[in-house]
């Protein structure tokens, strides 16, 4: 059966204050308050996060449903239908109403979260809710936090996002039959959706952790947590940890140098955030 395609993004955000930042022992950890960035202020701006408006809005749950309907092949058991979600922002600016859409058919269901902004719906972010133990290459994914913040100076609020992913890898046997060993690989996300001159949402983010445990086992080990938080000048930190990443061990070993170099490459770093 096919998916829903995921929009999927972000964690907890702390301060870039050098401080080691603690390792959530679950996904579904709750994050800290969000907080300001202090005394980065000189730090040069290492790259632009520019948000792409997005083409797909909708005029209504109905309409999203009906459209929602192609990513399914067995439609006897679709559903589809607002709920309710404490997590849901209240109307702040541009933002007229955020409210989750929840689809599902059989054992697999996906929450949407989604915003009306002059009058038409935009999906913020979307989280599968497989309750199942996800199979060879199969991904999760959830929310942690949503919160409406002004994060860039002028112009309307943000909606800053954290979510917690996972994709299971198996190893099967030399008959190829059977899977004899399960890896979960984690990774925690920070997403940052805002209105540019389209009068459209856009979001742009960074990954700002990672791991992996063995075994079969829900509960999530990050093994390389990066800072992440905004300066006075509305720039996203994404900064490396102080202590060396290769010490970030516990309880199922060490992560290699490479690895742990990779991610730091590709997702530390000062970003200016624009969108269209």
């Known amino acids: ?78 559903q589809c239908a607002d709920i309710s979600d404490a997590r849901a922002p209240k109307p702040v600016g541009p933002y007229q109403q955020f409210k989750v859409i929840e689809v599902s058919e059989g054992g697999e269901a996906a ?6 902004i002059a009058n038409r719906w935009h999906v913020i972010t979307s989280t599968d809710l497989d309750a199942e133990q996800p199979g060879d ?26 979510t917690a992913a996972a994709q299971m890898q198996g190893t099967r046997n030399d008959s190829g039959t059977d899977v004899v060993s399960w890896r979960r690989l984690s990774t925690r996300s920070i997403s940052i959706c805002g209105i540019g001159r389209s009068n459209k949402l856009s979001c742009v983010g960074r ?18 947590t990066l800072q992440t938080g905004f300066d006075a000048r509305g720039r996203l930190h994404v900064a490396k940890p102080k202590i060396d990443p290769t010490t970030i061990a516990a309880p199922t070993g060490p992560v290699a140098p490479a690895t742990a170099a990779r991610f ?13």
């Open 1 to 78: 059966m096919n998916r829903l395609v995921l929009v999927m993004a972000t964690g907890a955000t702390v301060a870039c204050s050098g401080t080691t930042p603690s390792t959530p022992a679950t996904d579904r950890k709750t994050p800290a308050p969000a907080a300001a960035v202090t005394g980065l202020a000189k730090l040069p701006t290492t790259d632009t996060l520019v948000g792409t408006a997005t083409t797909e809005t909708f005029v209504g749950t109905a309409a999203y449903c009906e459209a929602q309907k192609q990513n399914f092949e067995e439609l006897a058991g679709y």
């Open 111 to 116: 929450k949407h979260f989604v915003v009306r």
């Open 137 to 162: 290459g199969r991904g999760i994914s959830e929310l942690v936090s949503i919160e409406v913040r002004d994060v860039v100076p002028g112009g309307p609020p943000e909606v800053v996002v954290h």
């Open 207 to 224: 990954d700002y952790a990672w791991g992996f445990t063995e075994g079969s086992a829900p509960k999530a080990v990050y093994k390389l």
């Open 264 to 276: 730091v490459k590709e997702n530390a770093g000062v970003f200016a955030l624009t969108f269209e």
